[in-house]
């Protein structure tokens, strides 16, 4: 379906009892979505790896007179002692969750490069990090038929399946029915494997950004079988991918900014109940399946 460019009063769901968390709000999208979830009268739970960061982000925010819609705590989504003691801290303070964005995301190669000296740390922020969020938080999302929850996975069309070539990897992801999560984390450990015995190259990964992309590879699986495990849940779950943007993750480079993927997001994210589908990827404007993702 397309997209409205704002969200009317008619399809409005929700308010400001209605609570989202945005993981990496520090800056770049994260932070352009937190702040347009919280224009559109969302109670936003904005959290960073940095304290430091992301009470400046805070701060920000406060000054553009959305402090009463901002909330801020520590998340660093690769380390599993600080998921779980956010997971506390949020049952404490708020205890019901209605929409989820895992945007925190890492890469370390410029635009043209493509090392994977620090693949473990990527595939562990972008797909253990998101994967061990939305399992810790399962248990307080608001499980609504009127409302739906959702999850929204930021992504990258870098992690398609048409960009494996491996026919053997393709195998077992395109096989939707026996899709598994331990079958997900034998892939990821074969490119691990290669990567430390330094034969992935000819291997048929993904060319571009090749630990990246195997990352979001992995987060685009999970979320189709996560999708189908919650299916019965009214909680939705889908993949994002905001397009080329100008972030830190670009170094500035890209051919949209920050706050015009986040508004996107933020749509996406606040769907009305009756249009939300689950288990799709979204690219640009509209929101569609890609039919192997
Ligand atoms: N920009 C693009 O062209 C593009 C294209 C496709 C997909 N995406 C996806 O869109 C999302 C947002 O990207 P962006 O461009 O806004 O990137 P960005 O500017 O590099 O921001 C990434 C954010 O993630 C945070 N982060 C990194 N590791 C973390 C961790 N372990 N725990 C918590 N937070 C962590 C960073 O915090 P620090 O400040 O502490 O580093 C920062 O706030 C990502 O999922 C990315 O993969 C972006």
């Not at 007179?65 to 901002?70: E, K, P």
């Amino acid at each position: 379906m397309e997209l409205r460019q704002d969200p009317s009063s008619s399809t409005r769901w929700w308010g400001k009892e209605t609570r989202a968390i945005v993981t990496g709000g520090n800056r770049g999208i994260g932070l352009a979505i937190g702040k347009r979830l919280a224009e559109l009268g969302v109670t936003v739970i904005l959290t960073a790896r940095d304290a430091k960061k992301g009470k400046e982000a805070l701060e920000l925010l406060r000054n553009e007179g959305l402090g009463d819609y901002i909330h801020f705590s520590v998340l660093d989504v690769s380390d599993p002692h600080s998921v779980s003691a956010f997971a506390t801290w949020f049952k404490l303070n708020f205890g019901v969750l209605d929409i989820l964005v895992n945007n925190a995301a890492v890469s370390f190669n410029g635009l043209y490069e493509n090392s994977v000296k620090h693949a473990e740390i990527v595939i562990k922020t972008n797909f253990y990090g998101p994967k061990l969020l939305i399992e810790a938080l399962l248990p307080f999302f608001r499980r609504s038929s009127t409302h739906k929850s959702r999850i929204l996975n930021f992504s990258s069309r870098l992690g398609l399946i048409h960009n494996v070539k491996n026919k053997n990897i393709r195998a077992i992801l395109e096989d939707e029915e026996n899709l598994s999560e331990e079958k997900i984390e034998g892939v990821i450990k074969l490119f691990l494997e290669q990567v430390k015995e330094g034969r992935w190259e000819n291997e048929g990964w993904p060319k571009e950004w090749t630990d990246y992309a195997v990352s979001k590879l992995a987060l685009n699986a999970y979320s189709k079988i996560l999708a189908r495990r919650l299916r019965d849940s009214n909680i939705s779950v889908n993949c994002f991918c905001p397009g080329f943007t100008r972030t830190g993750m670009t170094g500035g480079k890209g051919s949209r900014t920050a706050d015009i993927a986040a508004n996107i997001g933020a749509q996406l994210a606040l769907l009305p109940p009756q249009s939300l589908q689950t288990g799709k990827f979204s690219m640009g404007q509209s929101f569609f399946l890609h039919s192997r993702f």
